[in-house]
């Protein structure tokens, strides 16, 4: 799987897909461990609308980038782009996701203004990374609340203007 592609992906698919891999290394060093023919993970609109998220947030992030200068840009990158986006691993994607969604909705962390500084924009993220957060923690939400399109439009209508 090409790793541009990767980094867009939803959390329970980066998951499945690490669990699957570890899987089948650990059935490389013991032939009798059964590795199932097909992830354990089911697509839907939920994961579509999450993975658009996280092209979007990289899209500010690049966007911000560019607007940089000198030594600026290149930190930015390095300390930004590059530490939330530039994992090799599946595992390393998820936890840099999951990074993510904890330092957005932790009520004091300034994390999610360095990442993206422009208010409005940053506004946008942390309301983006509620919806992904209610999607996975069911211990902070009471229960699992899929991303709908309703959901996600309204998000896009909030913050993005055709001006």
Same mark, same amino acid.
């Given at each position: 799987?090409?790793?541009?592609?990767?980094?867009?992906?939803?959390?329970?698919?980066?998951?499945?897909?690490r *669990?699957?891999? +570890?899987?089948?290394?650990?059935?490389?060093?013991?032939?009798?461990?059964?590795?199932?023919?097909?992830l354990?993970?089911?697509?839907?609109?939920?994961?579509?609308?999450?993975?658009?998220?996280?092209?979007?947030?990289?899209?500010?992030? $690049? *966007?911000? %980038?560019?607007g $940089? %200068?000198?030594?600026?840009? /290149?930190?930015?990158?390095?300390?930004?782009?590059?530490?939330?986006? +530039?994992?090799?691993?599946?595992? +390393?994607?998820? %936890?840099?996701?999951?990074?993510?969604?904890?330092s957005?909705?932790?009520?004091?962390?300034?994390?999610?203004? +360095?990442?993206?500084?422009d208010?409005?924009?940053?506004?946008?993220? *942390?309301?983006a990374?509620? $919806? /992904?957060?209610?999607? $996975?923690?069911?211990?902070?939400?009471?229960?699992?609340?899929?991303?709908?399109?309703?959901?996600?439009?309204?998000?896009?209508?909030?913050?993005?203007?055709?001006?």
């Amino acid at each position: 799987m090409e790793k541009g592609t990767a980094n867009f992906m939803s959390i329970p698919l980066l998951t499945a897909l690490r *669990r699957h891999y +570890g899987d089948v290394e650990d059935a490389a060093i013991d032939p009798t461990i059964d590795v199932p023919g097909e992830l354990n993970f089911i697509p839907g609109p939920g994961a579509d609308l999450e993975s658009m998220i996280w092209v979007l947030t990289y899209a500010l992030m $690049l *966007r911000h %980038q560019e607007g $940089l %200068q000198g030594f600026k840009k /290149v930190w930015y990158k390095l300390k930004t782009v590059d530490e939330l986006y +530039g994992s090799l691993s599946y595992s +390393g994607l998820v %936890q840099k996701r999951i990074h993510m969604m904890f330092s957005t909705n932790y009520p004091r962390s300034h994390k999610p203004g +360095g990442w993206i500084p422009d208010p409005v924009q940053c506004k946008w993220f *942390r309301k983006a990374m509620a $919806l /992904v957060s209610g999607r $996975l923690m069911p211990i902070l939400h009471g229960s699992i609340k899929d991303i709908t399109f309703d959901a996600f439009d309204a998000l896009c209508d909030e913050f993005i203007t055709d001006e």
